[in-house]
């Protein structure tokens, strides 16, 4: 039963992002403080469990800033790093996950960088589409090939666009860029620390789930109710 209820929130989530009706509350944000602090708040659990998550940044990054919703961009993170710790694992399912943060022309680049497994040539183009699992023997992990789907329209309901890549030496990168606003004098990187205590409030609004941060809130337009969403997901699940 709370399998299926969990289907029917993702799929009204789905639903929603589709028709253009969850609505993003996006400020100015200093992504590297933001990526930062989001990456320092979990690594205890990752590191807890004999996992390593490491966070970098490009110095040309480090000031950057990019409209964005901290708690959906905390959505789309949450959802890459579920997707790493189910597929990403090396023989002795220890996961390695890099997140870091690029300068690009007129843009921010985000990567998410697992050495795992990763995903064929042939899988990464349907990546993102709704219930589209990379192969049969991800049938045994639980999931139903929504959350990439989700974390994509989330991305691009932001203004920005997503990709996957197969990584240099295994596993799987995915990449999203973000257009870069103009460079502000002092407040950027304070703000981006108080934009990810709020996401993190959010989600502890929630209710903490075991192994992870409790989900983002999100505020759906016309009056309509706001509702969490939990993020479990895995790669092409």
């Known amino acids: 039963v709370a399998q299926l209820s969990h289907l029917v929130d993702r799929l009204f989530l789905l639903s929603r992002l589709d028709l253009g009706r969850v609505v993003f509350h996006c400020v100015p ?5 933001y990526l930062g602090a989001w990456a320092a ?14 966070y970098e940044a490009a ?8 409209s964005l919703d901290a708690a959906e961009l905390s959505r789309v993170l949450e959802n890459l790093e579920s997707n790493s710790l189910k597929y990403g694992g090396d ?3 220890k996961v390695s996950a890099l997140l870091s943060l690029q300068a690009v022309p007129g843009g921010v680049r985000i990567v998410w960088r697992d050495h795992g497994r990763g995903v064929s040539p042939d ?25 990439m789907a989700i974390a994509a329209r989330i991305v691009t309901g932001m203004g920005g666009r ?29 703000a981006a ?10 989600r502890a609004d929630g209710g903490a789930k075991s192994g992870g941060a409790a989900p ?3 505020q759906i337009s016309k009056g309509e109710e706001r509702q969490d969403e939990e993020h479990p997901d895995h790669r092409g699940q």
């Open 123 to 147: 899988d990464l183009p349907h990546l993102f589409e709704s219930f589209y699992r990379a192969d049969k023997s991800r049938g045994e992990q639980p999931g139903h090939g929504l959350g």
């Open 41 to 54: 708040e979990r690594r205890a659990a990752w590191e807890s469990k004999g996992h390593v998550l490491r």
């Open 29 to 33: 944000l200093g992504v590297h403080a």
């Open 216 to 218: 983002a809130a999100r």
């Open 193 to 202: 620390g108080e934009a990810a205590q709020a996401a993190a409030d959010k």
């Open 91 to 93: 023989a002795a399912g």
């Open 162 to 190: 997503i990709w996957a890549e197969q990584a240099t030496g295994g596993g799987l990168a995915v990449c999203m860029e973000f257009p870069v606003l103009p460079p502000e004098e002092g407040g950027a990187q304070t």
């Open 59 to 66: 110095e040309a990054a480090q000031g950057c800033r990019a």
